[in-house]
C-alpha cells in the first residue's frame, strides 16, 4: 500500500502545477463518495462541485491526496483552499489538523463561502504525506472542494490574505457601506419630504434604503460561516434578500426617472410584489426538490426582465437628459451585466471558484445615491439661501412699517395721555372746586350765610385747586411725600381753626402696587377726611399716623371732635371716599362717637 501511495505521489507531480518555487497546486484525488447511504469511490478531479455532481443532494465525501515534500524545512506549512465545505475535518498522516464546522451535524454551518487557511506544523510532515479531508455537503449549498495549495507559511499565507481580502474583507466592506448608506437612506425618508408631493415622504430614500439593507444581508452572508437559520431556511433568505435588494432598485430607478408618477405604476408594483414572492416560492422549491435548475431558471428569467428594463431605462436616460437619471441608468446597466455574467459563469457553467461581480459593482447604486443627496441638498441650500435673502429684505421691510407705525402708535399714546390728563383736571376742578364755588354763590346768593361761611367755602375751594396741581407731581408708591404735602397744604388751616395738629408718621417703604391714579385717590381720600375735621367736627385736636403694616401701609386720621353717626346713610363726601377706596382696592374702615373720630385706610 506504500508503495502504491509513492509511486502515485511520483506521479501526482506531472499533473501538480507550480504557482511559483516551492509551492504545490494539487488538482486531483482519490474520493469515497457517500450519498443516500450508496457509497461509490473514484479519482476526481478539483475543483470538485458537490452540486454539478449529485444535483442537490446532500452527502459526505472524503478525498485522499498524496503529496510529497523533498526537504522539510523548519519552518511551518499550510495549506490554502479556495472553497472547503461546507463542513470539513483536515487531516495529515492520520492526525487531525483542521475542523471546519461538525460534518456530522447537516445544514448547520457553511464554511465553503470564503477561503479557508490551515497551519501545519513541519513537525507532521514527512517525505510522502497523504492528506484526508472529510467534507459534509448539504444540498443545493455549493459544498465541494477546490484545488489546493501547498507550501511554506510564508509563501502560501500570503496566498490566502489576498484571496481573503477580495472574497470576504472586501464583502464586509461593502456591506458596512451598504448599511450606512442604507441606514442614511433611511433618515432622509423619515426627515426630508417629497419637494414636489408636499408633505409626503420622499420615496427615492425609502427604497433606496430597503435596497441597501436587503443587499447588506446578501453580501455579507459570506463572513456568516454559523447562519441564524438552519439550512435550507436559511437559503430562501439570502435568496429572498437578494430579491428584496433588485425589486427596491427596481422601484429606486423609477422614482428617479420621475415613472412612479405614471399610470402603469400600480402594475410595476405588483410585479415587482409577484417578483419577490416567486424568489421564495422557486428557492424554496429548488431546496425542497433537490433541483437547483429551478433557481437557476429563475435567475435566468430575472436577468432577461432586467435586460429589457435596463435597456428601456438607459434609452430613456439618454432622450431626457438629466444628471440623476443618466447616472442611475448607467449604475443599471453595469449591475445588470455584472448580474449576467455572475449567471453564466457560476449558474450556468458550474464555476465552484469564481466570486461574484455584483457584489462589488452594487456600490455604484450607493455612491449614486450620495450624489443625488449632494446634489439635492444643494439645490434646497440654494433655495433656502434665497428664501432667507427674501425673508431678511421683506424682514426689514416690516420692521421698517412698524417703526413708524410704533412712532405714530406712540404719539397717539402722547397724545392720549394728555387728552386723559386734561380731562381729570377738568373733573376733579368740577367736582371739587367747581362744587365748592357753586357753593359760594350760593350761599352769597341766598344773603343768609355769614361772610366766615363764605371765606372758609372759599379756602377749602383754593385747597381743592392745589391739591389738584399737586397731583400731577405725585411719585407713584411714595406716602409719606403724599402725607407731607397734605400737611405742607392744610397746616396753616388747622392752625387757623385753632385744631392742634399732631404728625405721628413713622418711616414708610413705597408701595409697589400704588400707581399715579392709586396716589391721586387716595390724595382726596386723605383730603376728604381732614376737610371733614375742619368743616364739621368742632375738634381741637387732629392726629395723622401711618406705619408700616407687613408690606403696607396702615394710615389713620383722629381727631376728638363732636363725632357723628357712623351708622347713618353716608353723605356724599364719605360715600366718595368709599367709591375711591373700591376702585384703588383699599380698605376703608370709619369709627365714630363723642370724643373720638378715627378714618383708616389700609393700603395692602
Not at 507532521?124 to 459544498?143: E, F, S, T, Y
Not at 433541483?291 to 436616460?317: D, H, K, Q, R
Not at 396716589?519 to 383730603?527: E, H, K, S, W
Not at 376702585?583 to 395692602?604: C, Y
Request: hydrophobic share 45%; charged share 20%; glycine share 8%.
Amino acid at each position: 500500500m506504500r508503495c502504491s501511495l509513492r509511486c502515485w505521489a511520483l506521479s501526482c507531480l506531472l499533473w501538480c502545477g507550480m504557482a511559483q518555487a516551492g509551492l504545490l497546486e494539487l488538482h486531483e484525488a482519490s474520493a469515497v463518495v457517500t450519498v443516500q447511504d450508496v457509497t461509490t469511490a473514484d479519482r476526481v478531479a478539483l475543483p470538485y462541485h458537490w452540486d454539478r455532481h449529485h444535483r442537490g443532494q446532500a452527502g459526505d465525501i472524503t478525498f485522499e491526496i498524496p503529496f510529497p515534500v523533498a526537504a522539510v524545512k523548519e519552518e511551518p506549512y499550510g495549506v490554502y483552499f479556495q472553497r472547503i465545505g461546507n463542513t470539513a475535518e483536515v487531516w495529515l498522516n492520520g492526525a487531525l489538523v483542521a475542523r471546519f464546522g461538525d460534518p456530522r451535524q447537516p445544514n448547520t454551518g457553511d464554511y465553503a463561502k470564503g477561503p479557508q487557511y490551515v497551519s501545519i506544523p513541519a513537525r507532521l510532515l514527512r517525505q510522502d504525506n497523504l492528506l484526508r479531508i472529510h467534507v459534509h455537503a448539504d444540498g443545493g449549498r455549493r459544498g465541494g472542494l477546490s484545488a489546493l495549495v501547498i507550501g511554506t507559511e510564508s509563501e502560501v499565507r500570503p496566498l490566502y490574505v489576498s484571496s481573503f481580502n477580495w472574497r470576504v474583507s472586501a464583502s464586509m466592506g461593502v456591506m458596512i457601506f451598504s448599511l450606512l448608506v442604507g441606514g442614511i437612506a433611511m433618515a432622509l425618508w423619515v426627515s426630508q419630504p417629497d419637494p414636489v408631493q408636499g408633505n409626503r415622504r420622499d420615496r427615492v430614500y425609502l427604497f433606496a434604503g430597503l435596497a441597501e439593507i436587503f443587499w447588506a444581508l446578501r453580501v455579507g452572508d459570506v463572513a456568516i460561516e454559523q447562519p441564524l437559520l438552519a439550512w435550507p431556511v436559511w437559503g430562501v433568505v439570502v435568496t429572498a434578500a437578494f430579491a428584496g435588494w433588485f425589486c427596491c432598485i427596481a422601484l429606486f430607478c423609477h422614482h428617479v426617472a420621475g415613472w412612479h408618477k405614471h399610470a402603469s405604476m400600480p402594475w410595476v408594483r405588483g410585479g415587482l410584489s409577484l417578483l419577490f414572492a416567486s424568489a421564495i416560492v422557486v428557492s424554496t422549491l429548488s431546496f425542497a426538490l433537490r433541483e437547483p435548475v429551478y433557481l437557476t431558471a429563475w435567475l435566468g428569467m430575472v436577468n432577461v426582465l432586467f435586460i429589457v428594463y435596463a435597456a428601456v431605462y438607459l434609452w430613456g436616460a439618454i432622450r431626457h437628459p438629466g444628471t440623476e437619471w443618466l447616472m442611475v441608468a448607467i449604475a443599471g446597466t453595469l449591475n445588470v451585466l455584472m448580474g449576467v455574467r455572475d449567471w453564466v459563469a457560476i449558474r450556468v457553467s458550474g464555476s465552484y471558484i469564481d466570486n461574484t461581480w455584483i457584489r462589488y459593482s452594487s456600490v455604484l447604486f450607493g455612491l449614486v445615491l450620495g450624489y443625488i443627496v449632494i446634489r439635492r441638498f444643494r439645490a434646497v441650500s440654494v433655495q433656502a439661501t434665497d428664501l432667507m435673502t427674501n425673508l431678511s429684505s421683506r424682514i426689514a421691510q416690516k420692521e421698517q412699517e412698524l417703526g413708524q407705525t410704533y412712532q405714530k402708535v406712540e404719539q397717539l399714546a402722547r397724545e392720549q395721555e394728555r387728552v386723559s390728563e386734561r380731562t381729570r383736571i377738568l373733573r376733579d376742578m368740577h367736582d371739587g372746586v367747581g362744587a365748592h364755588l357753586s357753593a359760594a354763590i350760593r350761599q352769597l346768593q341766598s344773603g343768609k350765610a355769614s361772610s366766615e361761611d363764605v371765606l372758609q367755602t372759599l379756602r377749602y375751594t383754593l385747597d381743592q385747586l392745589k391739591l389738584s396741581i399737586d397731583a400731577m407731581h405725585l411719585l407713584p408708591g411714595d406716602i409719606s411725600s403724599l402725607l407731607a404735602n397734605l400737611r405742607y397744604r392744610l397746616e396753616p388751616r388747622f392752625a387757623a381753626s385753632d385744631i392742634e395738629l399732631q404728625w405721628v408718621v413713622g418711616s414708610l417703604e413705597p408701595v409697589a402696587r400704588m400707581d399715579a391714579n392709586a396716589m391721586r385717590q387716595l390724595q382726596f381720600m386723605v383730603f376728604e377726611a381732614l376737610s371733614n375735621v375742619l368743616q364739621h367736627s368742632h375738634a381741637t385736636t387732629l392726629a395723622i399716623e401711618a406705619e408700616m403694616a407687613g408690606s403696607g401701609v396702615c394710615l389713620r386720621v383722629v381727631d376728638n371732635g363732636r363725632g357723628f353717626d357712623a351708622a347713618a346713610p353716608p353723605r356724599k363726601g364719605l360715600l366718595a371716599m368709599r367709591e375711591r377706596a373700591t376702585a384703588i382696592g383699599v380698605s376703608i374702615a370709619i369709627e365714630s362717637r363723642p370724643g373720638r373720630t378715627a378714618v383708616e385706610i389700609r393700603i395692602t
